[in-house]
């Protein structure tokens, strides 16, 4: 079958592997759409900048997925095939420490494989005897492509549930890539005065659909610009999505005092002149949200499914979809474009 990997100049290329053959505890998905993480392009921009070497090429795992069931374990009774399903979340013992803890995105309780990654033709999913699984079906009305974003989805609504929002308070999202852009969405049902901040006019003018206001910071000094809006006192909450050095100071500076500031942005690199004392000083809580975790409605079904539903989270307009063929280019406008989602679709 079809696997996207990157080679050694990094670039994106279609390889072929052995499809994955399923256990009694597995079913195997045709894939349908798998979105392009942060996370996928931090390792493609290593590798095209020369951060990381890589002699053979490598694989891409995809962990954004959604698409049809075509074949089931022998111990499967959950699912069918013909199911229409997406990964909305990690599978969680509900027993380790870290899920006892309240923590199921750090659970370290499951053993197996969880899935076989999505940036490939077929991908098999381990669903968990005991415990909670990620992979849901895909309610009608919601497409793959929209399902595909079920999984960051899922990030941008915990990440705006633990920054306890409330109406009439100026939240600045500093990165509008896609979790950035989902996250504005998601802001925009707490009736407050959202902020989007980016370098891409293409991500701002996306964005200016459901933000109160649009910061182009390559153009302007976005703490200068946040002060002005909010009447010298500063942001009440500062998203920082982006994961470098830069914009964490920026959000820490354009924080009110006792503001909040969620971390969602990954950082890959050593931190040099940051200076904790600014933190103290302004009283600032930190609190970060990694990774999605289980959040399912009072009736069963994932929180996203419901945002879906409502149009409270829009993905089809921020997203851009590309034949499999079209990986490289995906890729590429992703990391370095105007792509704030690229979404990769197999046939
Ligand atoms: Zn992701
Ligand atoms: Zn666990």
Known sequence: MKRLFINSSGDIGIGEEPEPRIDSYEVLI???????????????????????????????KGHEWSGEIVEVGSKITDFKIGDRVA??????????????????????????????????????????????????????????????????????????????????????????????????????AYGGYTIGIDINENKLARASKWCKY????????PVEKVKE??????????????????????????????????????????TKRFVLDRIFRKNITIIPSKGPSPLITPQG???????????IIKPSLIYDVFPVERANEAFYKQAYGDVAKGVIKFD
């Open 214 to 221: 649009v910061i182009n910071s390559s153009l302007e000094d």
């Open 87 to 188: 990964r909305c979340f990690a599978n969680y013992c509900g027993f380790c420490i870290n899920c006892r803890l309240g923590m199921p995105n750090f659970c370290i309780g499951i053993e197996h494989e969880e899935h076989s990654g999505g940036f490939a033709e077929f991908v098999k999913f381990y669903i968990p005897p005991s415990g909670g699984r990620g992979l849901y079906k895909i309610p009608e009305g919601i497409s793959y492509e929209e399902a595909a974003l079920a999984e960051p989805g899922t990030c941008a609504i915990g990440a705006v549930l633990k920054a306890n929002v409330n109406p009439g308070d100026f939240v600045a999202v500093i990165g509008l890539g896609g979790l950035g852009q989902l996250i504005t969405q998601r802001l925009s």
């Open 229 to 270: 809006i909010t009447q010298g006192v500063g942001a009440d909450i500062v998203f920082e999505v982006v994961g470098i050095e830069t914009t964490w100071i920026q959000a820490i500076e354009m924080l009110r005092m006792g503001g909040r500031l969620i971390m969602v942005g990954v950082f890959t690199e050593p």
């Open 301 to 311: 079904e994932p929180l996203i499914w419901r945002d879906l539903r409502d149009g």
């Open 30 to 60: 045709k894939v349908k759409a798998c979105s392009i993480c942060g996370g996928d392009i931090k390792i493609y921009k290593s590798v095209r900048e020369k951060i990381r070497e890589i002699d053979t090429p490598f694989p891409l």
